[in-house]
Nanobody
Framework: QLQLVESGGGLVQPGGSLRLSCTAS????????IGWFRQAPGKEREGVSC????????NYADSVKGRFTISRDYAKNTVYLQMNSLKPEDTGTYYCQVGVALTHCKGGMNYWGKGTLVTVSS
């Protein structure tokens, strides 16, 4: 069974940066598009960004464009989300998902890790 592991979250001040990682045990991410999602307390999970299997197509939610960058390292079987200029509204638990549709970063395989918590606060 696919097991996704997200990491890299933490407490950061507004304007700060974090890099999140998504990897999988005993499953190769190389052949799949990958999406990052976040869920703030009391809100629904929303798509943040996604990347194609080849890494040449990316998509971002309007709220993070110009601040977040998604990338992947095939040698490490890992997908990253570099988050810069963080704002309090970026606070939430971040998850990755395999096989999302790139047009809207949704609709992937129904496997979710535990997520990694990002808190942006002064």
């Amino acid at each position: 069974q696919l097991q996704l592991v997200e990491s890299g979250g933490g407490l950061v001040q507004p304007g700060g940066s974090l890099r999140l990682s998504c990897t999988a045990s005993e499953f190769t991410l190389d052949y799949y598009s990958i999406g990052w999602f976040r869920q703030a307390p009391g809100k629904e999970r929303e798509g943040v960004s996604c990347i194609s299997s080849s890494g040449d197509i990316t998509n971002y939610a309007d709220s993070v464009k110009g601040r977040f960058t998604i990338s992947r390292d095939y040698a490490k079987n890992t997908v990253y989300l570099q988050m810069n200029s963080l704002k309090p509204e970026d606070t939430g638990t971040y998850y990755c998902q395999v096989g999302v549709a790139l047009t809207h970063c949704k609709g992937g395989m129904n496997y979710w890790g535990k997520g990694t918590l990002v808190t942006v606060s002064s």
